[in-house]
C-alpha cells in the first residue's frame, strides 16, 4: 500500500474512533439526506403543479364563451415557469423572483410567487435546501475534521517521527488531503444520487453531473484551504479559530457585502419603481381604450388613407381594433425598453456579484449552481422575455380578432341594450389564437457556458489552496 | 574510512540565540556516543540537524560522508530516531502503531518480526493490542525503542531514550543498545542521565551552551568512570 494510502487510511480510523467527529458527520449525513428528500419531494410536487396550472389555465381560457374579444384581453391568461429538474438540488432564485405572471392587456405584471399550501413553510424552514447544505454546512464539516490534520501530528510529536521514517512532508500532505478526499467523495453520493434523480425528470446528464462535478471542485478547495490552514499554523486552537473567520468571511460576510456592493454599483429601480417612472410616459401614448384620443389622430389618416375612405365609420374594419392593437405595440415598445433595461441592470449586479467569487468560493459556487440548474437570474429574465412575447401575441391576435371580425357599429352599439351587448361578440373559437405556454430551461452547452466564468473560478481557488498546501509541506519544520 | 555520523563546526541560531556553536564531533561505526548536557545545552538540537529537521547556521552535519542539507532523505532513511517523548499514536495498538511507522518507512514488517522486536524490549504479550493511551510512558518508551529496532538502520539517535523506564528496563536498554552497537550499528544518545551515559557509551561529550566543552572515552575496554564525567560535568555547569 502506498504511502499515501495508508496515511489516509490511518486518519479513517481516528476519525472512526472518535465520537465527537463520527457524530459530526453523521448529523451533516442526515440532514443532508433529509432535506434532499424533502426539497425533492416539494420541487417535483411544485413542477407537476405548474405544468397542471398552465394546461388548465389554456383550458379555461379556451373554454370561455362568446365575448367581446376585448373582454378576452382583460379576462387574460396565466404563465407558469415550473421549476427546472436539477432545482430539486438547487432551486435557486425561485424564491425571491416569483414563478408564475398574470398576463393580460397594457400591462406587464409583476411576477407572482405560488400559494403556500402548508403553514409551516412560512416559518422559512423550505429555504435549506441540498445546494445551501453543501454551500454553507460542508465546509464547516471540512473545518471540524480537518483543522488538524497536521497540526495534531506536530503538537503530540508524531510529526517528527513520520518525517524521521524519510517520508516527505509533501507526501504526508498528500496523504491527509486524501482522506479529506475521500470525505468529500463520500458525501458526494447524496448529491449523485439527486443529480440521477433529476436526469430521471428530463435532465441532460452532461448538467447533472456538471453540478456534481463544480460541487466537488467547491469542496476540494475547501479541503485544501483547511489542510492549508493545518500545515501553515502552529496551533490547533488558532487553526481552527482561523478557519471558523475564513468560513464566516466566506459564506455570510463576502456574499451580505457582494449584495450591497452591486447593489451600490447598479441602481436598478425594482419593478414598482420603475412602473411609476413609466406611467408618466404612458399616458403620452394616449388611451387604446378610447378610439377618440387625439394621440391616435395621425394613426386615423393613414388608416382612411390606406382604405381609400372619408371616415371610420367606412372603413372595412373595426377602427376600435386597429386602435387597440397599435396601442397594445406602442405600449408594449415602451413597457420592453423599460423591462429590457431594468433586467440588463440586474444582470450587471448579478455580474459583479459573480466577481466576488474571487473572494469567496462560496459565491463562486452558488453562482455557477444557479446557472447549471437552470435556476438563475438569467433563466428568470428569460421567463419574463417569453411570457412577455406570449401576452403580446395573445392580446395582438385578440385584437386583430377585434378588427377583422367585429362591425365597428356594432362594436360602438354594445352598451344600447343587452342585445346590443350579446351581439357585439366573436365566436368562442377566436380564442385558439392563444399559444400553448411550456417554459423549459435552457439546453445544458447554453447553461454550462453561463457556468463558466465562475466554474473557472472555483478551479483558481482549488490550484491556488493546494499549490499552497504543497509549498507549505515541501517546507515543514518541526 | 568516512564516519556515519559527523558535525563540522556545526552551528545553530534559533530566534537570535545561538543554540549550537562550532560543535565538533565523529561517532565511528559501532560506537556510541553519548552528549551530555543540561537543559538547554543543544543536545536534542544537535540531533535534529542530523534528521534534517534544523538547518545549521554554520558548519555542517554529514551522514555516512553525505551532507544532510544535500540529501536529506538519505540521511533519514539511514536514521532510526527515538524522540524524547515516545511519541506515538494512542488511539492505536502497540502492533498498529509499528506497523503503520514502519510501512511510511517503506520497511513493511510481518506480525512475527514486530513481536520479536517487542520481545527485545520485553514489552508484555498482552498489552500489544491495547490502545497506547492506556501504557504507561516506559511502555510506550519500548515500543518507540522497538520501532527504531524494526528500522535495521545503521545509524540510532536516541534522544534521552531512557526517560521513563524503571531501572530494570534502563539496563536492559542499555544491553540492547550495546548489542546493537556490537552488530555494527552507531549509536548518537543525547542524555542528562551522566551515570546511564557511562554505562553505555564509549565515548561521551560534555555539551554546554552550545559548545562541546569536554570528551571522555573508554580505555582498555572499561567503561568510562562516572565519578570524573560527573565532576566535569557538574563543573562545567557551575562555571
Request: glycine share 8%; proline share 3%.
Amino acid at each position: 500500500m502506498s504511502s499515501v494510502r495508508r496515511i489516509a487510511r490511518e486518519e479513517w480510523r481516528l476519525w472512526l474512533r472518535s465520537k465527537v467527529v463520527v457524530a459530526a458527520a453523521l448529523i451533516v449525513a442526515v440532514l443532508i439526506a433529509v432535506t434532499s428528500i424533502l426539497t425533492a419531494n416539494r420541487i417535483a410536487n411544485e413542477q407537476a403543479q405548474r405544468v397542471e396550472q398552465q394546461v388548465a389555465a389554456e383550458q379555461t381560457f379556451f373554454a370561455q364563451p362568446d365575448r367581446h374579444p376585448h373582454r378576452m384581453v382583460h379576462y387574460g391568461h396565466y404563465a407558469f415557469r415550473p421549476p427546472p429538474p436539477l432545482a430539486v438540488f438547487e432551486p435557486g432564485v425561485d424564491a425571491v423572483t416569483g414563478q408564475s405572471i398574470f398576463l393580460e392587456g397594457h400591462r406587464q405584471n409583476t411576477a407572482m410567487f405560488a400559494d403556500t399550501k402548508a403553514a409551516a413553510d412560512l416559518g422559512g424552514f423550505a429555504a435549506l435546501t441540498p445546494a445551501s447544505l453543501y454551500q454553507l454546512f460542508l465546509p464547516l464539516l471540512l473545518i471540524v475534521l480537518g483543522h488538524a490534520l497536521f497540526l495534531r501530528e506536530r503538537e503530540s510529536g508524531t510529526l517528527a517521527v513520520i518525517l524521521a521514517q524519510g517520508l516527505p512532508g509533501t507526501k504526508l500532505a498528500l496523504g491527509k488531503a486524501a482522506a479529506l478526499l475521500a470525505v468529500i467523495a463520500m458525501f458526494m453520493l447524496p448529491l449523485i444520487a439527486v443529480a440521477a434523480y433529476s436526469v430521471t425528470l428530463g435532465e441532460r446528464m452532461l448538467a447533472a453531473f456538471s453540478l456534481v462535478g463544480g460541487y466537488f471542485v467547491y469542496l476540494c478547495a475547501w479541503g485544501a484551504i483547511v489542510l492549508a490552514a493545518s500545515v501553515l499554523l502552529t496551533q490547533r486552537a488558532v487553526s481552527l479559530g482561523v478557519l471558523i473567520f475564513v468560513w464566516l468571511f466566506a459564506a455570510l460576510i463576502v456574499p451580505r457585502f457582494a449584495i450591497n456592493a452591486s447593489s451600490a454599483a447598479v441602481d436598478a429601480p425594482g419593478k414598482i419603481e420603475s412602473d411609476l417612472i413609466m406611467l408618466a410616459e404612458q399616458r403620452k401614448l394616449g388611451d387604446g381604450h378610447n378610439a377618440a384620443d387625439p394621440a391616435f389622430m395621425q394613426l386615423q389618416a393613414e388608416v382612411l388613407e390606406q382604405y381609400d375612405v372619408e371616415t371610420i365609420e367606412e372603413l372595412p374594419i373595426n377602427w376600435r381594433g386597429v386602435v387597440a392593437a397599435y396601442s397594445e405595440a406602442e405600449l408594449t415598445d415602451l413597457l420592453n425598453s423599460y423591462a429590457e433595461e431594468r433586467m440588463r441592470l440586474e444582470a450587471s449586479q448579478s455580474r459583479i456579484f459573480g466577481l466576488f467569487g474571487l473572494l469567496s468560493p462560496t459565491i463562486a459556487v452558488s453562482s455557477a449552481s444557479r446557472a447549471i440548474a437552470g435556476t438563475d437570474l438569467a433563466t428568470h429574465h428569460r421567463f419574463l422575455r417569453e411570457s412577455e412575447a406570449l401576452r403580446f401575441g395573445f392580446v395582438q391576435a385578440l385584437n386583430e380578432k377585434h378588427a377583422a371580425e367585429l362591425d365597428y357599429a356594432i362594436d360602438m352599439n354594445r352598451n344600447a341594450d343587452e342585445a346590443a351587448r350579446l351581439r357585439a361578440r366573436v365566436n368562442a373559437s377566436a380564442w385558439q389564437v392563444l399559444d400553448e405556454f411550456r417554459f423549459a430551461p435552457d439546453g445544458a452547452d447554453e447553461r454550462l457556458g453561463r457556468a463558466g466564468g465562475s466554474l473557472g473560478i472555483l478551479l483558481a481557488w482549488l490550484l491556488a489552496a493546494g499549490g499552497i498546501v504543497l509549498v507549505a509541506a515541501r517546507r515543514v519544520r518541526l | 574510512m568516512t564516519s556515519p555520523l559527523e558535525a563540522k563546526s556545526l552551528s545553530l541560531v534559533r530566534e537570535g540565540n545561538a543554540v549550537l556553536d562550532g560543535v565538533s564531533f565523529t561517532v565511528a561505526r559501532g560506537e556510541i556516543f553519548a552528549l551530555l548536557g543540561g537543559n538547554g545545552a543543544g543536545k536534542s538540537s544537535t540531533l535534529l540537524t542530523f534528521l534534517g529537521f534544523l538547518k545549521p547556521s554554520g558548519g555542517e552535519v554529514l551522514v555516512n560522508g553525505q551532507s544532510v542539507t544535500g540529501d536529506v532523505a538519505a540521511a533519514r532513511g539511514a536514521i532510526a530516531y527515538l524522540p524524547e517523548a515516545a511519541s506515538l499514536y494512542g488511539h492505536m495498538t502497540a502492533y498498529e502503531n509499528l506497523d503503520y511507522f514502519l510501512d511510511l518507512a517503506g520497511k513493511p514488517a510481518g506480525r512475527a518480526d514486530l513481536d520479536a522486536a517487542l520481545d527485545r524490549v520485553a514489552l508484555p504479550a498482552e498489552a500489544r493490542t491495547r490502545r497506547l493511551r492506556s501504557y504507561s510512558k516506559g511502555m510506550r518508551q519500548k515500543t518507540a525503542i522497538a520501532l527504531a529496532l524494526l528500522r535495521e538502520t545503521p545509524i540510532l539517535l536516541l534522544d534521552e531514550p531512557t526517560s521513563g523506564l524503571d531501572p530494570v528496563a534502563i539496563d536492559e536498554f542499555h544491553d540492547l543498545v550495546k548489542a546493537l552497537a556490537g552488530g555494527g550499528q552507531t549509536v548518537l544518545m543525547v542524555t542528562h542521565d551522566v551515570y546511564g551515559a557511562c554505562q553505555v557509551a564509549d565515548r561521551v561529550g560534555l555539551l554546554r551552551g552550545g559548545k562541546l566543552v569536554g570528551s571522555f572515552s573508554a580505555a582498555n575496554g572499561e567503561r568510562i568512570d562516572t565519578e570524573t564525567v560527573h565532576a566535569a560535568f557538574a563543573e562545567r555547569q557551575a562555571a
